[in-house]
């Protein structure tokens, strides 16, 4: 009988593996769709940004015209005329100059968010059945921690474009390439170093769950936050620092705003991922701090922000430095999250394919 019960749950937990692997592949494909969408949408809008500057220089050399018309030409050669009424412009609660669309424009951003809170779930769903097989929460390794950042970093930016709309879409298709990127990572992890199946054991030093899901799990949700602070900074060093160079996009003043509000999410859940990571340390290895790679990293990471915060609040930083800053820890971010892992021999070298 306890043959039998051993040999039901062997092919149960198979066919949640199986589930979770379908799930995956799932997430991956919407993920795919997401990006494409995404492209579409900033091609669309760059276009018509460039059709209505066309139109108003047009408008000021005509004489005597009953509507705003512009004609653009197009790939084809032929030519397509604008109104007004094609025009849809959001008024913004902060005065900001809203990005202008029209109708199209705004199905295909909303079924790019709609693929992405899909992907989401897929990829979501994917992780709690193998949580279920494994008895662990899935970061034990980068495989692991891969698609559970890809998640985060979904989730922060779609939380962020459900609040503040076509200003934060604008860079949409920046976390879509990066998520991709992840997952693709995460596959060649996987396959390449056999990381991707479900019966790894945990080393003695993971195997204090409470701690280490806490630790990893804040480290996530500051990674993904940080990361897209980061398309507020490519924003701003695009606009040169000020206004609004590239009418598809947010001005520089916007993005630095929705930036800031990124990192003052993202760092003190940052700060509690080392202060977690302090008594993780002590609990597997016997002393808090040991100037581990993966810790002083995270720490230069830390101040880099601190030094964002301090500078932009206290200084009145904005513009150009501001988007350097956050360039400058976003690269910080990256060599936490992959450099550290795969350059520098630590402590948290047990997560490193080898």
């Known amino acids: 009988m306890q043959f039998l019960f051993l ?8 066919g949640l593996t199986t589930i979770s692997q379908y799930l995956f592949a799932i997430g991956l494909c919407t993920c795919i769709v997401m ?15 460039k059709q209505l500057a066309q139109a108003k220089q047009q408008s000021n050399t005509t004489v005597s015209t009953q509507k705003a018309t512009a004609q653009a030409q197009l790939s084809e050669g032929s030519v397509a005329t604008l109104t007004r009424s094609d025009i849809v412009l959001h008024e913004q609660p902060d005065g900001e100059n809203p990005i202008p669309l029209n109708s199209r424009l ?4 909303r079924i790019g968010t709609t693929v992405g809170w899909l992907t989401v779930l897929m990829l979501g769903l994917s992780q709690i059945f193998r949580t279920i097989v494994i008895q662990h929460a899935p970061w034990s390794n ?11 970093l979904l989730l922060s930016y779609l939380i962020f474009e459900a609040r503040f709309h076509e200003r934060v879409r604008a860079w949409g298709l920046y976390v879509c390439i990066l998520a991709l990127m992840t997952l693709l990572i995460a596959i060649y992890l996987g396959t390449t170093y056999n990381i991707a199946n479900t019966s790894s054991q945990l080393i003695p030093a993971l195997q204090d769950k409470t701690i280490l899901t806490l630790h990893v799990s804040m480290a996530i949700l ?5 990361c897209v602070s980061f398309g507020a900074g490519l924003v701003i060093l695009l606009q040169n620092g000020q206004g609004q160079r590239f009418a598809w996009l947010p001005s520089a003043e916007a993005a630095d705003e929705l930036g800031y509000k990124a990192v003052i999410v993202g760092f003190p859940l940052l700060a509690l991922t080392l202060i977690l990571g302090a008594y993780w340390a002590n609990y597997a290895w016997g002393h808090y701090w040991s100037w581990d790679p993966k810790e002083t990293s995270a720490l230069i990471t830390w101040l880099i922000y ?17 988007g350097w800053l956050l360039t400058i820890g976003f690269a910080a971010t990256l ?20």
């Open 7 to 14: 040999t039901l749950a062997a092919a149960n937990m198979d």
């Open 35 to 49: 990006t494409l969408t995404y492209l579409w949408y900033t091609i669309g809008t760059a276009r018509l940004a």
């Open 106 to 109: 705004l199905t295909i951003g």
């Open 142 to 152: 980068l495989y692991e921690f891969n698609l559970s950042f890809t998640i985060a």
């Open 222 to 226: 500051a990674y993904a936050l940080l």
């Open 306 to 322: 601190a030094v964002y915060l301090h500078a932009r609040g206290i200084r009145g930083w904005r513009g150009k430095r501001a």
């Open 335 to 354: 060599f936490t999250y992959y450099g550290v892992n795969f350059l520098i021999i630590g402590l948290h070298s047990y997560a490193t394919p080898r």
